[in-house]
């Protein structure tokens, strides 16, 4: 830890700590977060002719509750950015965050609003076809927040572009299926998912058993059951697998 023990002390206004000479009274150990100065450094101006040249442009500014950073060719797709710029890139990715979360839990009416608003204009200054998020699960974690704050469109387009990437976990590959099936309930996508998945790794029994959960939300049991008795016929001692096959065929009543 660099914060030399002065984390009470700490106030976040942006991409870096402020240290004040007033101790936190939060409970947490985390360094306070100075909201509407943090959006104002963090954030451009209304009009981007709007410069800071002197002292007074940027009291003015401040007055005027407009934003004083300036982000140049960010959001350019015509633009090289190599790996190191756009890991960099994510630090400010992570003070939008930070405010859109302040958003979210507070007490104000209008949080979702101004979560869905602070979003917006992190992917207006750094588009995901320019920048990338490099972090496939920080992806899926920005669309919740946007689907927790009355966005859900959002979190299933981002979980498409996440789909297409080459260099998730199988961790991940096995979230976003389960994001289809309990968050959206939308079980053809959730089985799509998981049969892609079966094909490609037809030796890992997890995606069999979710692939066989999806099937029995959706109604589809013959699917399952035929699934469950073609892996059984390899695989005769699989405790689970025998277990799905029990509760999706029952007994005939007498």
Do not use: C
């Not at 509407?36 to 101006?45: C, E, G, Y």
């Not at 892609?196 to 997890?206: A, G, Q, S």
Request: aromatic residues 12%; glycine residues 4%; negative net charge.
């Amino acid at each position: 830890n660099n914060r030399m023990g002065l984390d009470n002390y700490l106030e976040m206004e942006g991409l870096v700590y402020k240290v004040t000479f007033e101790e936190s009274s939060s409970t947490t150990s985390m360094p306070r977060l100075n909201y509407d100065r943090m959006v104002q450094n963090i954030t451009v101006a209304p009009d981007s002719s709007q410069m800071i040249v002197n002292p007074d442009d940027y009291r003015d500014h401040i007055n005027a509750k407009y934003g004083i950073y300036r982000y140049t060719n960010l959001d350019n797709p015509d633009v090289y950015f190599n790996e190191n710029i756009q890991r960099l890139i994510q630090n400010y990715r992570s003070s939008f965050l930070q405010l859109g979360l302040q958003n979210l839990y507070s007490s104000d009416e209008d949080g979702k609003a101004n979560t869905l608003e602070i979003l917006d204009k992190m992917d207006d200054y750094f588009p995901q076809n320019v920048i990338p998020t490099t972090d496939a699960e920080l992806d899926i974690q920005i669309g919740r927040i946007y689907m927790q704050a009355g966005k859900p469109e959002e979190l299933k387009n981002r979980l498409k572009e996440v789909q297409k990437r080459k260099d998730i976990s199988l961790e991940t590959q096995m979230y976003i299926g389960q994001i289809y099936m309990n968050e959206f309930q939308d079980y053809d996508a959730a089985i799509e998912h998981y049969e892609n998945l079966w094909d490609e790794y037809p030796y890992i029994p997890d995606f069999l058993y979710t692939l066989v959960q999806a099937y029995a939300k959706a109604e589809r049991r013959s699917e399952a059951v035929e699934l469950l008795e073609l892996w059984l016929r390899s695989h005769p001692n699989d405790s689970q697998a025998i277990d799905w096959l029990s509760i999706l065929t029952p007994p005939p009543t007498q």
